[in-house]
């Protein structure tokens, strides 16, 4: 964005989109679409007043909301004047846009932005390092002795490969799958995320890669059902992520993402996002494999999380393709 300043003034900007008028042979105006103006407003903050100032004004710059590009600048905004008030000053500067086409949406700044693709890999990445150095040099993270004289478990052999399966696969997804959206994310957010799955990655690596760790109750039988419905699940979730990525299922023209011949695809018969589905089941199996604290709490806050993202996306779907999902469940199928 281009910044001004003004001894008096405070900047606010407005992102600008729309579309040109057409002349028909009659001469008459016709938008074929709505335009639209975003106004983008950072928190205000007190300034000190000059003398013989009675009023403040703010400057906002009008950008086109695609290109970024300057299109005006509308000047002497009161700190009372209202959205109307906007509209008239920029039709005023740009005649060809008339007040009653134009939108106006308030957004605050949110500080410094991160895309969406870092905002993933830096969540996917952090997890997948953790926990091989806890298995890689559990001699410099627990006591030297101890390491030495408790052999592992295969178990513990196990779950370092699921662990690293999961997290590997989200990375190349990210890359390569997935349409990211080319919006960003506050830097907070980032944050938090990095907070949440590298603690709870560090906590589960932790007690898994312990010497005194303890293998499951009920011995292999447990471990290798838990590790097959694992990778099944895994599986599931790729398949259904790459049917999501279709293009017939992106963008505002979206359809209803359907089965294929894939079995692991069927389950859209029954839920509206399977990939929540697969991912669930997969923290549940590897809590299973594992036996363990961290991990069963772990797969709880994921379960809470995507079930709330899911009943979310099942009522978009719902009024958007109702046909179609009025008899499904959102994630858990003929419960939830």
């Known amino acids: 964005m281009f910044k001004r300043h003004k001894s008096l003034e405070r900047k606010r900007e407005l992102l600008f989109q729309g579309l040109p008028q057409f002349t028909m042979k009659n001469n008459t105006r016709n938008f074929h679409s709505l335009s639209q103006l975003v106004l983008s407003a950072g928190p205000l903050k007190t300034t000190t007043a000059v003398k013989h100032s009675k009023t403040t004004h703010f400057e906002i710059e009008i950008l086109d909301a695609h290109t970024r590009k300057q299109i005006c600048i509308v000047d002497k905004v009161t700190q009372t004047s209202t959205i109307y008030d906007v509209k008239q000053k920029f039709h005023k500067a740009c005649p060809k846009w008339y007040p009653s086409r134009i939108g106006l949406q308030l957004e605050y700044d949110l500080g410094q932005q991160v895309g969406w693709t870092t905002v993933f890999l830096a969540e996917y990445s952090g997890p997948l390092l953790i926990y091989l150095l806890f298995y890689l040099r559990s001699s410099y993270i627990y006591d030297v002795k101890e390491s030495f004289r408790w052999p592992r478990h295969t178990v513990v052999h196990l779950a370092c490969f699921c662990h690293c399966i999961h997290y590997i696969r989200l990375l190349l997804e990210t ?15 980032l944050i938090k995320g990095c907070a949440f799955y590298w603690g709870f990655t560090s906590w589960m690596a932790y007690y898994i890669n312990h010497p005194r760790y303890t293998p499951p109750s009920f011995g292999n039988r447990q ?8 990778l099944m699940c895994e599986a599931g979730n790729h398949f259904i992520n790459t049917v999501l990525a279709h293009p017939s299922h992106t963008g505002s023209n979206a359809c209803f993402p359907s089965p294929t011949y894939n079995p692991f695809t069927w389950m859209f018969f029954l839920v509206s996002c399977p990939n ?16 363990t604290l961290p991990v069963g709490i772990f797969t709880m806050l994921m379960t809470i ?26 994630i858990i199928p003929f419960i939830l």
């Open 223 to 230: 471990i290798i059902v838990s590790a097959i419905n694992f």
């Open 276 to 291: 929540y589905t697969y991912e669930i089941g997969t923290w549940i199996s590897f809590t299973i494999m594992t036996q």
């Open 305 to 330: 999380q995507m079930s709330l993202w899911a009943r979310k996306k099942h009522k978009i779907y719902r009024k958007k393709f109702n046909s179609y999902v009025h008899r499904k469940s959102a």
């Open 175 to 189: 890359l390569f799958v997935h349409k990211v959206s080319t919006g960003h994310s506050p830097m907070k957010n």
